[in-house]
């Protein structure tokens, strides 16, 4: 890992500016994708979550200073569209629809809001191997490489932590996208961690050599289209379990306030089952997802921390009927399998285009394969040996995958000089 794990993107990176302009950058800022490892749709209920930063990157490349900023996209250009952003350094505004300069314009509007300045203006290009909007992060790096940039060109040394947080606030209570803070926090610290997203946030990063087939379904998906009708489900489902006249006290406390605030971590599905199956089935597996799905995660964390199962880690493990071996590398592909089937009939977030691929690269090799992202299209993320990915890659392109990638595990967001 390291510097090398970059150097392959930044040349091509470089290439490409050069053909484009003629001239290289002087400063570049690279930012890595994330495949949404374990926990998938529970950073916004406040639990925690386990992304796995991947060598695909959005590189942000300055080309000149200047009184105003401009910025090009190299992969908008390539297919044809409008590319260019201009705007004043002061008094930003975004613009209306969805266009891609509102990500930076928000990251400026909150860096400001914290009492930095830009000294200058400049003119700037992006450029990316992450795909858009195939649940890889594409919108967290290219908002964490743009903090990263915006902090040097301004003089200032900022944390992992700040990056993430400035691009968190910057996408989801500027542009008012209801995203939560996994793409954010895996572009910047990088590796694998545990995101704690509950104030006070913290990332806890966990040291684990894992190769992973990234599948872009081609299919295209939107977070915002996705995201918010879970959430006005889960409120349903609360209010309707608070209503219950047979519901414990004790039981309700833990599920006073909406999503976001409710004690998810201190409920057993145990305690709850019963009382679940008094409200409507679609509401009822909403909860029940949530809960199994963090119970999953819990044991995976411990597994790639290397730390012995306690009793509860079985008895979870036992009622999920994954089969409890000393080979810990089984057991935590059997949850990642686990985890998928959760999404699919629990949280009614996959397709029988995704099922496809995905039976089909387990039937090639895959340890384990689940969606990674909102789901409803995206990418899906293998668990697979690197000597059986050509034939993963093979069988997926053959039954209508668009790409099939092989990543490692990367570092964070990192500045170049040139």
Same mark, same amino acid.
């Given at each position: 890992m390291g510097v090398t794990m970059y *150097? *392959?993107?930044?040349?091509?990176? /470089?290439n490409c500016i050069k053909q484009e302009y003629k001239t290289q950058p002087m400063i570049v800022s690279l930012a890595p994708g994330r495949? *949404?490892?374990l926990n998938t749709h529970q950073d916004y209920k406040g639990l925690p979550v386990v992304p796995a930063a991947l060598n695909l990157y959005v590189g942000i490349g300055i080309l000149r200073?200047?009184?105003k900023i401009i910025v090009d996209s190299l992969n908008l250009k390539e297919k044809g569209e409008e590319f260019r952003d201009e705007f004043p350094i002061e008094k930003l505004e975004l613009v209306e629809n969805r266009w891609f300069g509102n990500y930076l314009r928000a990251c400026i509007i909150e860096f400001t809001r914290r009492g930095f300045q830009l000294k200058k203006g400049f003119h700037a290009v992006i450029w990316g191997t992450i795909p858009i909007g195939a649940g890889l992060g594409s919108s967290g790096a290219l908002e964490v490489a743009f903090?990263?940039?915006l902090a040097e060109l301004a003089d200032i040394r900022l944390s992992p932590t700040e990056i993430a947080e400035i691009a968190y606030i910057a996408e989801h209570d500027i542009m008012?996208?209801?995203?939560g803070r996994l793409d954010q926090y895996?572009?910047?610290?990088?590796?694998i961690i545990v995101l704690y997203p509950k104030p006070p946030v913290r990332a806890e990063k966990i040291s684990a050599d894992l190769s992973l087939a990234v599948i872009d379904s081609g299919i295209k998906h939107a977070t915002a289209q996705i995201h918010p009708v879970r959430q006005r489900e889960l409120d349903l489902a609360l209010e309707m379990l608070r209503n219950l006249p047979n519901l414990p006290e004790k039981l309700r406390s833990k599920l006073r306030g909406r999503y976001y605030e409710v004690a998810w971590d201190q409920i057993k599905l145990e305690e709850i089952q019963r009382f679940l199956d008094q409200i409507e089935d679609t509401l009822e597996k909403r909860i029940e997802f949530t809960l199994r799905m963090n119970d999953l995660t819990i044991v995976a964390i411990r597994i790639l921390k290397k730390e012995p199962l306690t009793k509860r880690d079985i008895e979870i493990l036992?009622?999920?009927? /994954?089969?409890?071996t000393k080979n810990y590398f089984k057991i935590l592909a059997e949850i990642i399998n686990k985890q998928h089937e959760l999404l699919r009939d629990l949280y009614d977030v996959s397709l029988p285009e995704l099922e496809k691929i995905r039976n089909i690269a387990l039937d090639a090799g895959a340890h384990a394969v689940k969606i990674s992202g909102a789901g409803l299209g995206g990418c899906l993320i293998a668990l697979v040996d690197k000597e059986k990915f050509p034939n993963v890659r093979d069988a997926c /392109?053959?039954?209508?995958?668009?790409?099939?990638?092989?990543?490692? /595990?990367s570092d964070g967001v990192r500045l170049i000089y040139l």
């Open positions: *150097d *392959d993107f930044l040349s091509k990176f /470089i495949a *949404d490892f200073f200047s009184d903090v990263k940039l008012k996208i209801p995203c895996a572009s910047s610290f990088g590796n036992q009622r999920e009927r /994954i089969e409890i /392109i053959n039954a209508g995958a668009k790409r099939v990638w092989f990543c490692r /595990i």
